[in-house]
């Protein structure tokens, strides 16, 4: 069984810049959510994928997109680069079953300079 | 939306003491999940357990749904316990929603 795998491990840009995150679902998972945790605070949850659609979105702006493939992988898609969208970002996949159980990728961590 | 709090924010153990870290939630919940998380950021899945009681080695966990909160014990703790705990809760099929941690030091 392959865990959730999520790339890059660490990236750096630079104010005003784009940035595209990968996610790869844990095998038999068709739900993907996406978190951005902050140092020294809990992950927030930015938004959900179910059958490539999003289906439901935390406080985050619109330049806060992503996308879910028919494999149920994920993209995170940050467009105009704020200092203060550098933070650790992770993915976590689950099934629609009766139990909604995440499970966590490594997570990317992103530094805005 | 929910809130939940965890209490305490810090612990300081000496190795082989026992803890337990609490999580209050302020609304009904069908899912809740203790996170371990690492030094390197990966959330380490401890239990799913939104009621009930259950015992994975030196670890348990207990949810009491209907007062709205959830106990984790660890007993004999050891250094590699070290990190900061997360309960996360959520209804269905909505946003999960994460505590503000514990952060625990166990020193030899």
């Known amino acids: 069984e392959t865990g959730v795998t999520q790339s890059p491990t660490h990236l750096i840009k630079t104010r005003g810049q784009q940035v595209t995150l990968r996610c790869s679902s844990q095998?038999?998972?068709?739900?993907v959510s996406w978190y951005q945790q902050a140092l020294g605070q809990g992950p927030q949850f930015i938004f959900q994928?179910?059958?490539?659609?999003?289906?439901g979105r935390g406080n985050f702006p619109p330049r806060f997109s992503g996308l879910q493939f028919p494999n149920y992988s994920s993209e995170l898609n940050v467009n105009a680069l704020e200092l203060d969208d550098s933070a650790l970002y992770l993915c976590?996949?689950?099934?629609?079953?009766?139990?909604?159980?995440?499970?966590f990728g490594e997570g990317s961590r992103l530094t805005v300079l | 939306g929910i809130q939940v709090e965890q209490s305490p924010p810090d612990l300081i153990l000496q190795e082989g003491a026992n803890s337990t870290l609490r999580c209050n939630f302020s609304d009904s919940v069908n899912n809740l999940q203790w996170f371990h998380q690492n030094p390197w950021g990966q959330l380490i899945n401890l239990f799913y357990?939104?009621?009930g009681t259950k015992q994975n080695g030196r670890l348990s966990a207990t949810t009491v749904a209907t007062e709205r909160y959830s106990l984790l014990y660890i007993s004999s703790s050891q250094t590699t316990d070290s990190g900061v705990y997360f309960c996360?809760?959520?209804?269905?099929?909505?946003?999960?929603?994460f505590g503000t941690g514990t952060k625990l030091q166990v020193i030899p």
């Open positions: 996360a809760v959520g209804w269905g099929y909505q946003k999960v929603t």
């Open positions: 095998s038999g998972h068709n739900t």
């Open positions: 357990i939104p009621s």
């Open positions: 994928y179910y059958r490539e659609e999003e289906n």
């Open positions: 976590a996949s689950s099934s629609t079953g009766t139990y909604r159980e995440l499970f």
